[in-house]
């Protein structure tokens, strides 16, 4: 009899779970059904939200191209559009993908190195004595005939690979004169050359040369400051301490005060001896410059490169130093 009772309450629970079962799978059935709705709801939604945004965004763009179409005769209207910036940037990179580089045999390497000196008009007859106007049109013309200005370590590298750019110039001025500063350096920035400055360190600072301040100025405007010894004494006259010093001296004076790297030698009124060489060597110098005249060539030897001095001349004169890159 207790067996009976307990089949019946086993069926009874059994067709309790079936229909529990039943139940839930409905619902389970329904919500889903609920859930799809709105999902496809929200999804309707979100397109219709998407493409008015979409129309919108085209508007603004159209708006903001019309604006920038009409130029400067349209008012400004709330949005401000840096044009000037924009085409500044393009340009400067347009500038630097100009330079045309060449490869050939590194001996084959000819780089005019330009010698300056003072850049005014003080004195007519001294051939040391460029005019600024003069100076300023030969840089112009440097400029418009897309000659690319170097520096010396530029140069040499150029000379030992062999990779140089078609027109290469190296532009130099010696002594370091106040006037390299008030003259020669606003036309290098206007006409984007760079140019190296040989520095007379003693004079530094001393009313009639550059000042540190200056030469860190330049320096950081791109400009190269290189030595031109302590106090411009004739170097193969000295004995080897004294060139030593003269050397070492303005060395250290460039890099701690100025911050220079001054691996580049100007030999004072270009005087220097094979000993002199061998002291620009043991001094860490790369390279040096003398006052003999000509186009500068590897075969000429790191420590006698030749220089084109640069006098008072017309501008015809001064585009036949360049011939054999232009014509």
Known sequence: MQNVEKDKKFTYNIKQCKIIDKIIKSGVYEMNKIFKSI???????????????????????????NEIQIGENHEDEGMEVDIP????????????????YISIV?????????????ISDDDPNNSLLVPPDMFDEQMAWLEENNFTSMSMDEAIEAMNTGKVPKRPV?????????????????????????????????????????????LREMQDAGMIIENHTENHVELNNLSREEAIDEIRN???????????????????????SDETIEIAKELGIKAAV???????????????????????MSIEGFAEIFSEYIY
């Open 106 to 118: 590194s001996e084959e390497v000819r780089i005019p190195i330009l010698m300056y000196h003072s």
């Open 85 to 100: 910036e924009e085409e500044s940037i393009e340009d400067n990179v347009e500038e630097e993908s100009t330079v045309e």
């Open 250 to 272: 303005a060395q250290t004076f460039l890099r701690e005060v100025i911050g220079a790297e001054a691996n580049y030698l100007c030999y004072p009124v270009g005087r220097y």
């Open 170 to 214: 190296v532009i130099t001025f010696d002594d370091g004169y106040m006037d390299n500063y008030t003259s020669a350096f606003p036309s290098l920035k206007e006409h984007n050359m760079k140019g190296t400055f040989f520095v007379i360190t003693s004079g530094v600072d001393n009313g009639y040369y550059m000042s540190s301040d200056m």
């Open 39 to 65: 999902a496809i709801l929200l999804i309707l939604s979100f397109s219709i939200i998407g493409c008015s945004n979409n129309e919108i965004v085209k508007e603004d763009q159209l708006g903001i191209t």
């Open 290 to 312: 003398t006052t003999q005249g000509g186009i500068s060539q590897i075969t000429d030897g790191n420590y006698e490169l030749k220089r084109v001095r640069v006098s008072p």
